[in-house]
Protein backbone atom coordinates (compact mmCIF):
# COMPACT_ATOMS: atom_id res chain seq x y z
CA UNK A 1 0.00 0.00 0.00
CA UNK A 2 3.06 2.56 0.91
CA UNK A 3 4.50 1.81 -2.95
CA UNK A 4 0.93 2.95 -3.84
CA UNK A 5 1.03 6.40 -1.84
CA UNK A 6 5.04 7.02 -3.35
CA UNK A 7 3.55 6.62 -6.95
CA UNK A 8 1.02 8.92 -6.36
CA UNK A 9 3.25 11.51 -4.27
CA UNK A 10 6.13 11.00 -6.81
CA UNK A 11 3.31 12.02 -9.81
CA UNK A 12 2.47 15.28 -7.66
CA UNK A 13 6.11 16.33 -7.09
CA UNK A 14 6.50 15.40 -10.50
CA UNK A 15 3.91 17.45 -12.00
CA UNK A 16 4.40 20.47 -9.85
CA UNK A 17 8.61 20.56 -10.12
CA UNK A 18 9.68 19.18 -13.13
CA UNK A 19 7.25 19.42 -15.66
CA UNK A 20 6.20 16.07 -15.30
CA UNK A 21 3.14 15.17 -17.93
CA UNK A 22 2.08 11.05 -17.16
CA UNK A 23 2.32 8.81 -19.56
CA UNK A 24 -0.17 6.60 -20.95
CA UNK A 25 1.17 3.89 -18.40
CA UNK A 26 1.68 5.73 -15.49
CA UNK A 27 -2.24 6.32 -16.03
CA UNK A 28 -2.54 2.46 -16.31
CA UNK A 29 -0.76 2.14 -12.99
CA UNK A 30 -3.17 4.52 -11.57
CA UNK A 31 -5.93 2.66 -13.07
CA UNK A 32 -5.15 -0.31 -11.78
CA UNK A 33 -4.54 0.83 -8.04
CA UNK A 34 -7.88 2.18 -8.28
CA UNK A 35 -6.57 5.91 -7.37
CA UNK A 36 -8.93 8.37 -7.34
CA UNK A 37 -8.05 12.10 -6.84
CA UNK A 38 -9.60 13.36 -3.65
CA UNK A 39 -11.88 16.15 -3.33
CA UNK A 40 -9.94 17.63 -0.22
CA UNK A 41 -6.37 18.02 0.12
CA UNK A 42 -4.40 16.10 2.46
CA UNK A 43 -3.91 18.42 5.04
CA UNK A 44 -7.90 18.57 5.69
CA UNK A 45 -8.19 15.08 6.34
CA UNK A 46 -8.38 13.14 9.82
CA UNK A 47 -5.10 12.45 10.89
CA UNK A 48 -2.55 14.48 8.78
CA UNK A 49 0.23 15.39 10.30
CA UNK A 50 2.92 18.34 8.49
CA UNK A 51 5.81 16.18 7.60
CA UNK A 52 9.38 16.86 9.90
CA UNK A 53 11.81 15.36 6.94
CA UNK A 54 11.47 14.24 3.94
CA UNK A 55 14.12 12.44 1.73
CA UNK A 56 13.92 13.29 -2.16
CA UNK A 57 16.48 11.07 -4.18
CA UNK A 58 17.61 13.87 -7.04
CA UNK A 59 20.56 13.97 -8.62
CA UNK A 60 21.74 17.47 -7.44
CA UNK A 61 20.56 20.26 -5.37
CA UNK A 62 18.71 22.15 -7.93
CA UNK A 63 16.20 19.67 -7.65
CA UNK A 64 16.19 19.54 -3.75
CA UNK A 65 15.51 23.36 -3.96
CA UNK A 66 11.88 23.70 -4.88
CA UNK A 67 10.82 20.83 -2.63
CA UNK A 68 12.39 23.46 0.60
CA UNK A 69 10.65 26.22 -1.45
CA UNK A 70 7.44 24.99 -0.77
CA UNK A 71 7.80 23.73 2.46
CA UNK A 72 10.01 25.95 4.28
CA UNK A 73 9.20 24.36 7.97
CA UNK A 74 10.16 20.72 6.81
CA UNK A 75 13.35 19.41 6.70
CA UNK A 76 14.67 17.85 2.96
CA UNK A 77 17.24 16.22 2.89
CA UNK A 78 18.06 15.11 -0.54
CA UNK A 79 20.67 12.38 -2.07
CA UNK A 80 21.63 10.79 -4.85
CA UNK A 81 21.01 7.18 -4.96
CA UNK A 82 19.34 4.67 -3.23
CA UNK A 83 22.30 3.71 -0.49
CA UNK A 84 22.47 7.49 0.49
CA UNK A 85 18.51 7.64 1.04
CA UNK A 86 18.49 4.58 3.15
CA UNK A 87 20.97 6.23 5.29
CA UNK A 88 18.62 9.34 6.13
CA UNK A 89 15.20 7.57 6.41
CA UNK A 90 15.28 5.99 10.13
CA UNK A 91 13.66 9.51 10.75
CA UNK A 92 11.96 10.18 7.87
CA UNK A 93 8.14 11.06 7.54
CA UNK A 94 8.23 10.84 3.80
CA UNK A 95 10.04 9.77 1.03
CA UNK A 96 9.90 10.69 -2.86
CA UNK A 97 11.37 8.26 -5.12
CA UNK A 98 10.39 5.05 -6.71
CA UNK A 99 8.99 2.14 -4.57
CA UNK A 100 11.80 -0.20 -2.99
CA UNK A 101 11.38 -2.14 -0.63
CA UNK A 102 14.30 -1.37 1.21
CA UNK A 103 14.00 2.06 1.53
CA UNK A 104 10.58 1.66 3.04
CA UNK A 105 11.68 -0.96 5.51
CA UNK A 106 14.54 1.60 6.63
CA UNK A 107 11.67 4.09 7.06
CA UNK A 108 9.91 2.76 10.74
CA UNK A 109 7.82 6.32 10.49
CA UNK A 110 7.05 6.90 7.15
CA UNK A 111 3.66 7.69 6.04
Known sequence: MKCSYFFVLIA????F???WTATAQDQDVVAGLGLEES???MREMKGWETPRKIVVLAENAARIAPFQ???PSVTVVGARDPREAAAH???ADALI????????DAAPQLK
Open 17 to 19: FMN
Open 12 to 15: TAGS
Open 39 to 41: AAP
Open 97 to 104: SFCSSGLV
Open 69 to 71: DVA
Open 89 to 91: MKD
